[in-house]
């Protein structure tokens, strides 16, 4: 069955990145011009994806507003003969791609706010898309979601991003266990077991979930007989976790790069990465990182 729905859950608080996020959506900040969560909706709609699944929360208003119409500024850029500009902002959505935001009440967790979009979703395979990490498939001809997809829809096993992280660092995410050693970049192989930040020494491998995933419809049973784990929260690896018992679950090596946007360097880094190739000002801002070294 072909994926076409995503789940983005932005209702987090972005504490990891204050005091920029008092009252500002931390998936609203910009990399260049563009705010953190257009990228990651535009990777989800590059891989085919045509409804995407917001899971916000009330504070959080001016993402659905980003990707709604707004038609006092469309109106006053026509007005002004601002063709390009206006054509910018049209081009946010493309016109076959809904957004639809349901809200999580409540900060359960991950897995809780995956669990709020079951009815909009349905009896579909999906995606889940976090927002804080930016996929850099600049290099690559296609997208790893886009990869991700491709493979679930040729054996319906669910997809999960991993790529290697430094072990001090394993007790920050979900880490995955293979039965032998791990896939290469590009390719996916059976998961035997996952864990939500595990302390290093309890850690079955470095190969850490990245927030990507392709998930069968089944998974939301799990989710909602899941208990709070890792911190207290209802966690996503959890159910993940006892999919694994039932189903195939396969670990997919990513070919692209990541960047952490939900922390300040990580953030850094996406802009420079960014800034560097954007047609507009990339080579203005390479003259100008030059005064800087
Ligand atoms: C979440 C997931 C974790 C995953 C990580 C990737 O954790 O629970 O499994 O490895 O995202 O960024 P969080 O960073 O929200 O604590």
New binding site residues.
């Given amino acids: 069955m072909q994926v076409k729905k995503a789940v983005l859950p932005v209702a ?1 608080l972005g504490t990891r990145f204050l005091p920029a996020t008092k009252s500002i959506a931390k998936e609203m900040i910009t990399v260049v011009d563009k705010p953190v969560i257009q990228y990651v909706v535009e990777e989800a709609v590059a891989a085919g994806v045509r409804e995407i699944v917001l899971v916000t929360h009330s504070a959080k208003r001016s993402i659905e507003d980003h990707f709604d119409v707004n038609y006092e500024l469309e109106a006053e850029l026509e007005r002004r003969g601002k063709v390009k500009l206006l054509e910018t902002l049209k081009s946010i959505i493309p016109a076959d791609v809904c957004v639809v935001a349901v809200r999580q009440g409540k900060a359960l967790g ?1 897995g809780h706010a995956v669990l709020c979009a079951r009815d909009v979703i349905g009896d579909e395979p999906f995606a889940v898309l ?1 927002p ?2 930016l996929i850099d498939n600049e290099e690559q001809k296609n997208n790893d979601l886009a990869n991700m997809i491709q493979r679930y829809e040729e054996n319906n096993h669910a997809q999960i991003m991993v790529a290697p992280v430094p072990n001090e660092l394993v007790n ?3 880490v995955v266990a293979l039965k032998a050693e791990a896939p290469k970049a590009g390719e996916s192989k059976a998961m035997t077991a996952v864990v ?2 595990p302390p290093v020494e309890k850690a079955p491998s470095n190969l ?4 990507r995933y392709i998930l069968p419809p089944e998974i939301f049973s799990m989710l909602a007989e899941t208990k709070p784990g890792a911190g207290d929260e209802i ?3 959890d159910a993940i976790a006892t999919l694994i018992d039932q189903q195939a679950v396969d670990a997919y090596s990513m070919t692209g790069k990541t960047y ?1 946007c ?1 922390s300040k360097l990580g953030y850094l880094q996406a802009t420079l990465a960014y800034a560097l190739r954007h047609p507009e000002v990339g080579s203005g801002f390479a003259d100008l990182i030059k005064q800087y070294q």
Wanted: proline share 0%; hydrophobic share 35%; charged share 20%.
């Fill in positions: 987090g991950l976090l804080d990490v920050q995410y979900g939500e930040k850490a979930i990245v927030g966690q996503l690896t952490d939900g």
